[in-house]
């Protein structure tokens, strides 16, 4: 089956002064060779710590960025290759909803000005049904009866309605990918239910598939089919939600699922914990070998040298990590230690 | 339990165009010397406006009603900005959500540590940088001597807000008052600090009073928690109690919605209806509106907190006459 959207070798770099990559320039290579794979109707997590480039790759994939190199593919073609009309699809297909539901709105414009401008750019429906279009919308994600909130403006909505226009919006042309970034992190524990629920819906009802960046494992595990670990502008591990929380294959990952807090204070007390120590390195001078290598425990000589290529792991997933085959001995997977504990 | 921190009755209105807001009602709570307290509640309950007040911070629109803030025997509230100002930063530190907000952009890193630690400590001149540099490594900064010559702009969010911890813990404070200090980071940065906070109770025996949406922090970090509801406190209880054996209908919804990492949940549960408004709050219990449980006197008589100091619920279930 041919991946409904498909990034090979993607790097993505910023200016920073010099230009890009020049020679005695400054250029910050902030996504460095990322190769991702999104079927029809999936959710794929996107996580790793903060700067490690998480926004760059989705900016990348919905066009607001253009990569320095590498190949996004759409349903099996280049998009770099794409005619007018064949680009104007693509971009109408993969549709991105951002962090901040305060930030991507226009405060001027009422909900119905906001969801009837793509829906008349992408000439969805007539422009007599333009409103009816635009309530049913509303409906959808949860603002219903639809028609009462149109002509309502961005202040007169809640953060988590807000949100859910945005949402809306994103849905308006009929995409086939969503990509979100952090769409939940602004809000509370209830409200972010309500959205994921959403998110979850839409993924069942309309077979969307979905790129959902977030910091919250918790949400990963619930949420995703497959979750990718971003490490300084690289993918360092992929695969299946429930086998690398399982076992996870890269060390990273094992820190990432280390730290996250466990809502049980009788649990939480016995379980050993060493934070990951240092800070993440800039991405304007990554360490040689193995990015990692400076903050990971089991980090032997090699590491410092070579550059870890990704490999295939058991459960289907993938690791670069020198010492991927080693998982079971230094991943200490949360659920094991759960079952030893309790 | 003689109180490092004792607040009673704190009530906070804020005057809007819309009207009074009650942000802040009737609230009170301790802290032991020593102690970590939790204080947890959905987005708008009034969590940062009762910590703002306690230090005297609280926005223009703000005015105290009523209350007291017992602080190492004095009322916070009783004394003169000069006064207040010797608190803050020396026996009372902080650490805010957003680092940015508290450094100034312009100025170096060192200079802007050293300054807020002499507001409080004699030491002038390298005796002051050298305070600066202890405390900078304190928060493990690596190489310090370089980070005191950076501007805030070059730094990560997880260093600008050790930066902050830096200068909030260089007085030894007693009482560390921490608003969603790693709500922006992500969780192995957030494992750091919450580590350094748990370092800077062992060492300094500093009590902290941690502001929160996250119950895993609680889990792990806390002895004691507070939940509010509508400005006001519905539940205090031990954190193995709130978690074992949760009293109030809201804290049980509360922690239902909270997802786990050990396992895939069958779906997202939400707290059904819609958060309170706080100028016209609902008549009764203020959480009735939402509540599985309510009946019928929930709707019309206002809960006391029922139970002994350190386990009650503001909930008619827990009233003496219904038991
Ligand atoms: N406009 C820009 N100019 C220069 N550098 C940038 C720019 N935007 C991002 N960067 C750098 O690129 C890197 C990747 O940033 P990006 O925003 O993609 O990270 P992220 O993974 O989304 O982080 P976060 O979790 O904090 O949102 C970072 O080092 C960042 O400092
Ligand atoms: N400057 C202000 N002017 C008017 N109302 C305000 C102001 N700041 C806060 N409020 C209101 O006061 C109430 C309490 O706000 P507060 O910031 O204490 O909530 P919180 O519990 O800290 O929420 P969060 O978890 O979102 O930080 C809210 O209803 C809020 O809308
Ligand atoms: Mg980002
Ligand atoms: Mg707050």
Redesign the pocket.
Known sequence: MTPLLQVEGLEVGYETGGGVFRRGGAGVRAVAGVDLALNAGEVLALVGESGCGKTTVARALVGLLRPSAGRIRFAGRDVEALGRDDRLAWRRAVQMVFQDPFDSLNPRKTALATLAQPLRIHRIVPRAELRREAARLLDRVGLSPGAAYLNRYPHQFSGGQRQRICIARAIAVRPQVIVADEPVSAL?VSIRAQILTLFQELSRDLGLATIFITHDLTVVRSLSDRVAVMYLGRIVEEGPTDAVFALPRHPYTAALLAASPIPDPVLARRLLRRPLGGDVPSPADPPGGCAFHPRCAHAAAICGTQRPVPQPQPGGGMSACHFAADAPQWARPHDRILEEVS | MTALLSVEGLTTH?H?DVGV?R?VDDVSLAVAPGEAVALV?E????????ALSMMRLA?P?ARIEAGRVMFKGRDLLGLSARQMRRVRGGEMGMVFQDPMTFLNPLIRIGDQVEEAISLHMPERGRAAALLTLEALRRVRIADPEQVMGYYPHQLSGGMRQRVLIAIAIACRPSLLICD?PTTALDVTIQAQIMDLLRGLRAELGSAILL?T?DLGLVAEYCDRVYV?YAGRVVEEASVFDVFARPRHPYTRALLRSTLRLDRRADGFRTIAGQPPN?VHPPPGCRFHPRCPEAFARCRTDEPDLYGSVGARARCLLHAPEAA
């Open positions: 509370d | 804020l809007t807001v942000a509640g987005s708008g309950c009034g969590k940062s406006m009762t926005p629109a969603e502001i949406h509010m706080l």
